[in-house]
Structure formats: structure tokens, C-alpha cells
């Protein structure tokens, strides 16, 4: 009797041993990744800020002029962008369509040194951004990507990640010019509710909103829009480059999208096709010209009217 209450006595602490050994494992493991992650040494670093270093004083009275001169990149052996010459001059506005696979969003990656030009210049007031520190670089960019990626913290914390100090009236202008406003307005918590782990609580339209008042937030010299509105509505689309107008002005812009409706009055508009500029010029000119982006465009013209009248009623009367 006393040997069974001896051994049911050593059950729990067995057990728990068992768990202990076993969480421990895991925790090694962890562990051993996180190591290769922090040990591992980047391919694309920058010149150390220190006083010697002209960047800072160059970036902190930076214009915007954004210059691809005579730019080529590949992914390993496979070329996707070749011979890119492209100038955007501060304050002003430069749209990148094309189909997909065209090279667009590799092109604008190596704006914030994501990726460096095999061959050729990305310059910024003239200045090779490979010159400049990363930090300070990144930081005069507001970048919005295809895929967003959000904390599980509060919204508002979201938006204002990399920003020091974002007072409530200047956190609200924000979601009113990314049209977060009426969504902030229906959830149970307002901008303090936990969006979840990559945002799972909020829909798609809604993620790329949250990054685009991220972006905003930032105050940056350049803004980089990587088809961020590709999945919200064509109403809602309106409204958001309706109120991105003011955040604009006086900001260079360059914003990629598969809607010509999205960067129609834009300053200027480049098509690229296989990696390579194959027309240039603004809306009006482009269309005029009667190429791949008349086509583009007349192509969702009619997949508007398609879906209009799916949405009505062909037969009225019945």
C-alpha cells in the first residue's frame, strides 16, 4: 500500500519531467533558428552614419528626385528588368502599369535597397542611394507593398509603428485620407482594438488601408504605392486618391497599379511589358497612341460595364 501511494506520488513530477525535457527541446530549437537569423550577415548594407557622413544633411533637405538610369535586374541568372531609364522629378507623380510579371515591383524595390541593381544607377536628388545610409534612406521612403504585414497590437499602434510621437488629431487626418475613418468607427473598441496576429480581424481592403496610414504617418519625401488599393472597390478607390491628393502635393509619388482608372491623372504613366519600357507618356497621350495600355484600358472599361450590369436589372419592366 505505502509502495502504490509512493509511486502515485512520483506520477505528476514524471509527468512534468517528461514536459519539462520536451519544452526544452523545442525551446532549443527555437533557439537555434533564431541564432542563423541574427548571425546571418546582410547582403545589402549601407555606409556607416557618423559625422563625416554627408547623407544626413543631404536627406533631412532631400527634394524627392527620384532617377533609374540605365537599370538591369535579375533574380539569379533570369533577367527582369532591362535597360530602365526612368526620372521623376520632386513633387511630382509617376504611374508603373503593365501586366503581370512586367518587372513593376521588382523596379520599385530597389528604391529602399530591398534588392540593388545588377547593373546601372537608382539615384535620389542625384545621389546613389547605395551611398546612403540604410536607415536614413528607409526612412525618407513610405513604402506600401502588395502584401501587407501588421502586428497584433492595437490599430492605432499599427499605424503609428516607426513614428515617435502621432497626437489624436493627426492619427485622425490620417485614417480620414486612407478612408479608415468609417471602419474605425464600427469596431467594438475604436482605434485601440487588437486587429490580431497579421491583422486576421481585418479584411483585405482594410489591411492595405492600415498600411497606407502607416505609410502617410511617416511624412516621407517619397511614397511608394505597390498596387495598394487592389483590394478595395472601385468607390472606395475614389475616395482614397481623392483625399491622397493633399498628402501629394508636393510629395513624389509613384504608384503601381493594375487599374489605369487609379493613376489616369497621374503626371506621367510607364508601361512596362517583359521588363522593358515599352510606352510612355500621360493618360490621354497613351491613349492616343492606341498600344498596350489603350488596351489595358479599354479591357476594364468593359469589365466595368460588365459588372454594372450584372449588378442592375437588364429587364426592368418585368
Known amino acids: 500500500v505505502q509502495f502504490t501511494g509512493y509511486l502515485a506520488q512520483l506520477t505528476w513530477p514524471m ?16 533557439m537555434k533558428r533564431i541564432n542563423e537569423v541574427m548571425n546571418h550577415q546582410p ?5 556607416e552614419l ?13 527634394e524627392g528626385t527620384v532617377e533609374f538610369r540605365h537599370v538591369s ?26 501586366p503581370t510579371g512586367s518587372g513593376k515591383t521588382s523596379l520599385v524595390n530597389l528604391l529602399p535597397r530591398m534588392f ?34 501588421l502586428f497584433s497590437v492595437p490599430l492605432a499602434e499599427n499605424i503609428s509603428y516607426g513614428v515617435e510621437a502621432l497626437s489624436t488629431e493627426r492619427l485622425q487626418e490620417i485614417m480620414q485620407s486612407a478612408q479608415l475613418t468609417k471602419d474605425v468607427e464600427d469596431f467594438p473598441e475604436g482605434v485601440t482594438t487588437m486587429v490580431g496576429e497579421r491583422g486576421v480581424t481585418l479584411s483585405g481592403g482594410q489591411k492595405q ?19 495598394a488599393m487592389s483590394s478595395v472597390d472601385t468607390h472606395t478607390e475614389a475616395d482614397i486618391l481623392k483625399h491622397l491628393q493633399r498628402v501629394m502635393q508636393g510629395r513624389t509619388t509613384i504608384i503601381i497599379s493594375h487599374r489605369c482608372s487609379t493613376v489616369k491623372n497621374l503626371d506621367h504613366i510607364v508601361v512596362l511589358d517583359e521588363g ?43
Open 276 to 318: 522593358r519600357i515599352v510606352e510612355e507618356g500621360t493618360h490621354g497621350a497613351l491613349l492616343q497612341l492606341g498600344g498596350l495600355y489603350a488596351e489595358m484600358y479599354r479591357r476594364q472599361l468593359l469589365g466595368e460595364e460588365l459588372e454594372d450590369t450584372e449588378n442592375g436589372d437588364l429587364f426592368p419592366g418585368r
Open 73 to 98: 535586374f535579375a533574380y539569379g541568372d533570369r533577367e527582369v528588368l532591362h535597360d530602365i531609364n526612368i526620372k521623376v522629378e520632386a513633387g511630382s507623380s509617376l504611374a508603373i502599369v503593365g
Open 15 to 30: 509527468i512534468a519531467f517528461g514536459w519539462v525535457v520536451n519544452l526544452f527541446q523545442q525551446g532549443a530549437a527555437s
Open 43 to 47: 547582403t545589402i548594407v549601407g555606409p
Open 209 to 227: 488601408r492600415t498600411s497606407l496610414a502607416r505609410a502617410i504617418a511617416k511624412e516621407p519625401a517619397i511614397l511608394v504605392l505597390d498596387d
Open 50 to 62: 557618423s559625422l563625416q557622413n554627408n547623407a544626413e544633411p543631404l536627406l533631412d533637405q532631400i
Open 116 to 149: 540593388d541593381a545588377s547593373k546601372g544607377q537608382v539615384l535620389i536628388d542625384n545621389v546613389d542611394v547605395r551611398k546612403i545610409p540604410l536607415a536614413l534612406l528607409r526612412r525618407q521612403i513610405g513604402y506600401v507593398p502588395q502584401e501587407t504585414f
